[in-house]
């Protein structure tokens, strides 16, 4: 199997967007913000190329955005009923996701969602709750079907209902759209 290495300048250009778009929201913010929202940034960019060119989240990235996030966690208050009540969200929203994957590949015999979508849906939920989940997910299939129609016309193919989409180059971005525009919603 080819490993695959992330092109930083690919990375740098869709970090740059990203703050772009998400940097009025976060102006004027603290220093712990501020450094957040760039390893967000970061975070997101190599996730959505890496997600773009092999169809697979690696780990580690998702892992990111959960420390993140567990950070935030701990700069705000750092209480443990916080901790708890993200904590379950993810895990409620990770775990029904991952069943409703299942019960759709045994219904259509594929998958909908893969396996990193589905954890990077749960470390999104513990970052901004599942409303902020809910909004995420969906700004990603709005663009996600924007993308597969401005692909099929430059391919100059039909519109398929089975196309494979790389949904986490979606998801990631925004993600920190959610996190930067909607604090007050989660």
């Known amino acids: ?4 290495t992330a ?18 929201a976060i102006a004027g913010a603290t220093t712990y913000t501020l450094v957040a929202w760039g390893v967000l940034c970061l975070l997101a960019a190599a996730i959505a190329v890496h997600d773009l060119a092999t169809m ?21 208050s750092g ?9 379950c969200g993810a895990l409620i929203l990770g775990g029904a996701l991952w069943l409703f994957d299942m ?7 594929q998958t909908g969602l893969g396996m990193g979508d589905i954890k990077l849906l749960g470390a999104s939920a513990f970052l901004v709750g599942i409303p902020g989940t ?3 997910i969906m700004l990603a299939a709005a663009s996600a079907l924007i993308f597969i129609a401005l692909r099929a016309i430059r391919r100059r193919r039909p519109l398929r209902a089975v196309a494979k989409v790389p949904f986490g180059t979606f998801l990631a971005p925004a993600l920190v759209i959610v996190w930067a525009w909607l604090p007050s919603a989660w």
């Open 1 to 4: 199997m080819k490993t695959f």
């Open 7 to 24: 092109r930083p300048r690919a990375i740098a250009v869709v970090a740059f967007v990203t703050a772009a778009v998400t940097a009025p």
């Open 56 to 76: 697979l989240i690696p780990d580690r990235y998702t892992l990111g955005i959960l420390f993140v996030g567990f950070a935030e966690w701990l700069y705000a």
């Open 79 to 87: 209480d443990l009923e916080g901790l708890v009540i993200r904590a």
């Open 103 to 109: 019960f759709y590949e045994r219904l259509r015999g």
């Open 134 to 136: 809910g909004v995420q």
